[in-house]
């Protein structure tokens, strides 16, 4: 498994994949989206990774990744949220769109118990209108255990059907939620290879 997955569930998929501009992570949107600025917990490297990409890193937690570049950066209400990035603008609600969350957990999660941590993943993906399309998976993800979950979902404010691609990488007590959103559904092929590149810039320790 690992980086690939997004190229395998697209080709399950085939041409029933859409996005959601509302960025819910598991059952939780972002609220209101605006500009970002950066923050002492969410700081941009400045440094452009490879073509199209740029570095972002998150101070307080720890890890780092790289984003598409021309993609928007928008600002969410909740805390958690450390980064929200829109392939369109944000009142289009369509294209594809990134959101990166920590979230602080009772105990640490490793190699050891990461089993035993799906109970906590299958209940943030859990809701009224999710669909897994692929089996939850263990992957390794810049040197973090996690949990990989691929699922369809309806934007509560369209109706429409979109796809989550959605990875829960724990490091110590944090778990670090990525979900890459296509909306509509269909529009999850033209992203996944993007989606590959920016999970595989992931590194745990930054």
Same mark, same amino acid.
């Not at 085939?14 to 972002?30: D, I, K, T, W």
């Not at 009772?106 to 990461?114: E, G, I, K, Q, R």
């Given at each position: 498994?690992?980086? !690939?997955l997004?190229?395998?569930?697209?080709?399950?998929?085939?041409?029933? #994949?859409?996005?959601?501009?509302?960025?819910? %992570?598991?059952?939780? +949107?972002?609220? +209101?989206?605006?500009?970002?600025?950066?923050?002492?917990?969410?700081?941009?490297?400045?440094?452009?990774?490879? %073509?199209?990409?740029?570095?972002?890193?998150?101070?307080?937690?720890?890890?780092?990744?790289s984003?598409?570049?021309?993609?928007?950066?928008? *600002?969410?209400?909740?805390?958690?949220?450390? #980064?929200?990035?829109?392939? !369109?603008?944000?009142?289009?609600?369509?294209?594809?769109?990134?959101? %990166?969350?920590? &979230?602080t957990l009772?105990?640490?999660?490793? =190699?050891?118990?990461?089993n035993?941590?799906?109970? &906590?993943? =299958?209940?943030?993906?859990?809701?009224?209108? &999710?669909?897994?399309?692929?089996?939850?998976?263990?992957?390794?993800?810049?040197?973090?255990?996690?949990?990989? /979950?691929? /699922?369809?979902?309806?934007?509560?404010?369209?109706? *429409?059907?979109?796809?989550? $691609?959605? /990875?829960?990488? @724990?490091?110590? $007590?944090?778990?670090? +939620?990525?979900?890459? *959103?296509?909306?509509?559904?269909?529009?999850?092929?033209?992203?996944?290879?993007? /989606? =590959?590149?920016?999970?595989?810039s @992931?590194?745990?320790?930054?």
């Open positions: 498994m690992g980086t !690939k997004t190229k395998v569930v697209a080709g399950i998929v085939g041409a029933v #994949l859409v996005v959601v501009l509302a960025v819910v %992570a598991g059952r939780h +949107s972002v609220g +209101s989206p605006k500009k970002r600025t950066a923050t002492e917990s969410s700081v941009p490297t400045n440094s452009t990774v490879s %073509a199209g990409l740029v570095g972002f890193r998150d101070a307080k937690a720890g890890w780092a990744v984003y598409p570049n021309a993609w928007n950066r928008l *600002q969410s209400n909740d805390a958690d949220v450390v #980064l929200v990035l829109s392939e !369109k603008a944000p009142e289009l609600n369509t294209g594809g769109s990134i959101l %990166a969350r920590d &979230i009772a105990a640490p999660v490793t =190699d050891a118990n990461v035993a941590a799906k109970e &906590i993943t =299958d209940k943030v993906v859990n809701g009224e209108g &999710i669909q897994l399309l692929a089996q939850p998976a263990v992957v390794h993800e810049g040197g973090l255990p996690g949990w990989f /979950y691929f /699922y369809s979902f309806k934007d509560p404010k369209t109706g *429409q059907e979109g796809v989550h $691609s959605h /990875y829960f990488l @724990f490091k110590g $007590s944090t778990m670090v +939620s990525f979900v890459f *959103q296509a909306l509509p559904k269909e529009s999850f092929q033209g992203l996944a290879t993007l /989606y =590959d590149d920016v999970i595989a @992931f590194k745990g320790s930054a």
